[in-house]
């Protein structure tokens, strides 16, 4: 079974950066449909950025769009989410995970705190 750790949140100013990544242990992962998602305070969980086995990217919400990038190493299992300009209303929660309705366990998540 998978397990997914996320780490690289912290407190920033807003338009501030970060870099997320996401660990995956276990022996699939390359040839998944992979996302981040948020959860914000109050809020559900949102998938905010999604990228193919093959590295084709897509934007889940609009408000990220031309601030977020996700990247994938395969061969080092490793899920990335460059978070540029940051606002307060990204504060949240931030998970990685499967893009297309399954789901591994969720990880822990890494809290983004962002200060206005």
């Known amino acids: 079974q998978v397990q997914l750790v996320e780490s690289g949140g912290g407190l920033v100013q807003t338009g501030g950066s970060l870099r997320l990544s996401c660990r995956a242990h276990?022996?699939?992962?390359?040839?998944?449909?992979l996302a981040w998602y948020r959860k914000g305070p109050g809020k559900e969980r949102e998938q905010i950025a999604t990228?193919?086995?093959?590295?084709?990217?897509?934007w889940d919400l609009n408000s990220v769009r031309g601030r977020f990038a996700i990247h994938r190493n395969n061969h080092k299992k490793l899920l990335f989410l460059q978070i540029d300009d940051l606002i307060p209303a990204g504060t949240g929660t931030h998970y990685c995970?499967?893009?297309?309705?399954?789901?591994?366990?969720w990880g822990p998540g890494t809290q983004v705190t962002v200060s206005s």
């Open positions: 995970n499967l893009a297309d309705g399954r789901l591994w366990p």
């Open positions: 990228i193919s086995s093959a590295g084709g990217r897509k």
């Open positions: 276990g022996d699939v992962f390359s040839m998944e449909n």
